[in-house]
């Protein structure tokens, strides 16, 4: 059972364009992150949500924002992809007071 | 801060064999946690093993131990009896009693042959 879901999977846009990515959880989980895993590297923190307070990193690029409508939904929007913000987006959830976290499959998104 | 290093970008394992993965952190943490995860081809990351700082017993979850050297920052993940479904992308992470947010090393890309 899908736990995690992230959609698209493959999202191919234009440079400059706006874009949406979008997670889902079913856990009820109160936190929520978004990771930016570039090819070859290390998943690295954009940011996240701890119930409804946002968290940015201090390196994100303010080119990147977050929305959390609700406990279930989260999403990261970019507001000018630039070919550098080619990668793979992992939305991953846990709970406060445990130390697991549970992952999607990501997107993998393209700038063209 | 935290920083994360794996020095073995690749590795590979003849089946049923045993492989050891390396991992060095550095933290200015009191108490922290260390993980690795497991990152299967086209598949989403999932938690292989996780170690709390502060106990000295090294973790164990069937096919998978580690060695925790807190004095010399360490923390390898052993695989035993290698099986071509380990074939994956490990990572090994930490992270703070703050949070879970996580800091991860490069990755270690694993894969077992036949």
């Known amino acids: 059972d899908a736990m995690v879901i992230q959609n698209p999977r493959y999202q191919v846009t234009q440079f400059g364009k706006p874009v949406t990515l979008s997670c889902s959880q079913t856990l009820n989980h109160n936190v929520m992150y978004w990771y930016q895993q570039k090819s070859s590297q290390a998943p690295k923190l954009l940011f996240h949500y701890y119930d409804k307070d946002f968290n940015n990193e201090a390196d994100t690029p303010d080119n990147f924002q977050s929305r959390r409508p609700n406990t279930s939904f989260c999403f990261l929007d970019i507001r000018s992809p630039g070919l550098g913000d080619a990668a793979m987006y992992l939305c991953?959830?846990?709970?406060?007071?445990?130390?697991?976290?549970?992952f999607g499959q990501g997107t993998r998104l393209t700038v063209v | 801060a935290q920083t994360v290093t794996q020095s073995q970008p690749e590795m590979s394992v003849q089946e049923a064999e045993t492989v050891t993965l390396s991992c060095t952190y550095d933290t200015s943490e009191s108490n922290y946690y260390l993980f690795w995860y497991k990152q299967p081809p086209s598949r989403q990351m999932i938690l292989v093993i996780r170690?709390?700082?502060?106990?000295?017993q090294n973790a164990t979850e069937n096919r998978f131990s580690v060695n925790f050297q807190k004095a010399a920052k360490s923390f390898s993940l052993k695989i035993s009896d290698s099986q071509l479904g380990d074939t994956a992308m490990y990572f090994c992470a930490s992270s703070s009693n703050a949070g879970n947010m996580l800091t991860f090393g490069g990755g270690t890309r694993l894969m077992v042959k036949p």
């Open positions: 991953a959830t846990s709970l406060s007071g445990r130390t697991e976290a549970f």
């Open positions: 170690q709390e700082a502060y106990k000295q």
